[in-house]
């Protein structure tokens, strides 16, 4: 707290950490369609449209577990817990938009 009010003092530019690794680090300023792959957009988008694993496996070839790991792959990347929070951060985000078909 010293630094940062000394630094504001002396009409330095004072970042917290948080801020600083938003603003400098690269692995954190990766855009978000650059995080998630193409099965997972894919993967999203019929999460999006009220489809469950089983049928989104089956609508993509894929297993039940492989889309559920995908699954989990989304959520971890845009910090969510469960599918309304993932909907209504990825509407925010602009991943989705309401009437998306």
């Known amino acids: 707290m010293q630094r940062a009010a000394l630094k504001v003092y002396n009409d330095q530019k004072y970042y917290s950490q948080d801020i600083s690794r938003k603003i400098f680090d690269p ?4 855009t978000l369609s650059e995080k998630l792959s193409e099965r997972e957009y894919e993967i999203l988008r ?3 449209e009220g489809l469950n694993n089983k049928e989104i496996g089956r609508l993509l070839f894929i297993s039940e577990f492989t889309v559920l790991t995908h699954r989990r792959n989304i959520m971890r990347k845009l910090n969510v817990k469960n599918t309304p929070q993932l909907i209504v951060e990825s509407i925010k985000r602009g991943l989705i938009s309401i009437g998306d078909n």
């Open 27 to 30: 692995e954190f300023n990766r």
């Open 46 to 48: 019929h999460i999006a």
